[in-house]
């Protein structure tokens, strides 16, 4: 089963989905935002392309971890998904994804037009991936050992 990574911005979502085995994410698509409704419809046709089982959303905390406006229209984002959407939904802290993103993407050196095109859903790979480590990590760690 797959789970689906977002990066929920006020004009874009970052889209990306893991393999099977939950080892990799990768880069699907980057939704441009018409409406609530536009969105769910997006969201729900990879969620049954994809066989999702689980969405991580990345919550853009503040530096010193507290919850600000963005954060605030992410969480009232996922409320209202969550009403029409019955997977699992979780936030991931995101603080640094689309600056990581925007670090690769400037290595590349590709043209800041090339980035603006791609930089929401390479957030969306890094917050993805972050949460797949951690929950391999983990589940490792409580693998008994023989």
């Known amino acids: 089963m797959r789970i689906m990574g977002l990066d929920v911005g006020s004009h874009t979502i970052g ?3 893991s393999d099977e085995l939950q080892i990799t ?13 536009e969105d769910l419809r997006e969201i ?11 969405i991580v959303v990345g919550l853009p905390k503040n530096m010193n971890g507290t919850s600000g406006q963005q954060a605030e229209m992410v969480l009232q984002w996922i409320r209202k998904i969550n009403e029409k959407i019955h997977i699992p939904i979780v936030t991931w802290d995101e603080r640094l994804s689309t600056v990581g993103a925007s670090r690769v993407l400037l290595e590349a050196d590709l043209s800041r037009k090339k980035r603006k095109k791609v930089i929401d859903k390479l ?7 972050g949460y797949l480590d951690q929950n ?11």
């Open 136 to 146: 391999r990590s983990i589940n490792h760690e409580t693998l008994p050992q023989g």
């Open 25 to 37: 994410a990768q880069g699907l698509k980057t939704i441009k935002r018409r409406s609530q409704k």
């Open 44 to 54: 729900e046709a990879v969620i049954h392309q994809f066989g999702i089982h689980k």
């Open 15 to 17: 889209v990306a989905v």
């Open 123 to 129: 957030a969306a790979v890094l917050i993805l991936q």
